[in-house]
């Protein structure tokens, strides 16, 4: 069993508030009877009539997890449950190079440190990168092209970005390798109170990440049908 509490509070940065995009700060709290708990923070900031656009998230994570190995050849009875203490910081910062045109620069730092696994799963042996725990840090750009007409609920418009996260040991990173995103976003009106939406998202990893930060099919936001984690490449 778990309860939790969260909100978001909303507000615009600038006097046009008709025009302008809204700011907004998220909180999340989880717990559950088996004394696990999730802590998220993360404001979302529109400064200086829009001139720069400030994302974030902080997050601490003590949860169970799924581990099903590693590729597509996976099983359903290869599944192994772990558990994780997670320390997560998210940093963005863009700024405008045209309307509805951005770059800018991201700072991610994940700390993960396994605290418990099966006694007969394939973490335990340490043989997989992460199971003995460590840290990812890394920087890197992105650039992005937001046409959506309201960004809580678009119905119109379009979203496109592009990143690359540079993780290196000279960040104080104790893996080394590079990630690719690319999210493309198409929304259509159909009636007043229908819109049809399509994504198409594209992550690809190069070096020697940790199994925990692999790209993982299921995550809430895609392919929900699937675990979080199901599949990791």
């Not at 009877?33 to 829009?50: H, R, V, W």
């Not at 996976?74 to 700024?95: C, G, P, V, W, Y």
Request: with cysteine; charged share 20%; aromatic share 14%.
């Amino acid at each position: 069993m778990a309860g939790g509490l969260g909100g978001t509070y909303s507000f615009h940065t600038s006097r046009n508030q008709s025009r302008s995009r809204p700011s907004s700060i998220m909180m999340a709290l989880i717990y559950t009877q088996k004394k696990q708990s999730i802590i998220e923070f993360g404001p979302d900031l529109y400064l200086k009539n829009e001139a720069y656009h400030l994302m974030g998230k902080i997050s601490f994570i003590n949860f169970s997890d799924r581990f099903y190995g590693i590729g597509k050849a996976t099983s359903e009875d290869m599944k192994e449950d772990f558990t994780s203490r997670i320390t997560r910081i998210n940093l963005n910062l863009q700024t405008k190079l045209r309307p509805k045109l951005h770059v800018g620069l991201q700072y991610e730092l994940e700390n993960n440190d396994i605290i418990k696994v099966e006694e007969d799963g394939e973490l335990v042996r340490g043989e997989i990168l992460g199971t003995e725990g460590g840290t990812a840090s890394g920087i890197g750009f992105l650039i992005n092209r937001d046409a959506r007409n309201n960004i809580f609920s678009p119905s119109a418009g379009d979203f496109c970005e592009l990143s690359a996260t540079f993780f290196r040991n000279g960040l104080g990173s104790s893996y080394d390798f590079t990630r690719y995103r690319l999210d493309l976003r198409k929304y259509f009106s159909l009636f007043s109170s229908h819109v049809l939406a399509f994504q198409g998202y594209f992550h690809m990893i190069t070096g020697d990440p940790p199994f925990q930060m692999l790209s993982l099919m299921g995550v809430q936001n895609w392919m929900r049908g699937y675990y979080r984690g199901r599949f990791r490449a």
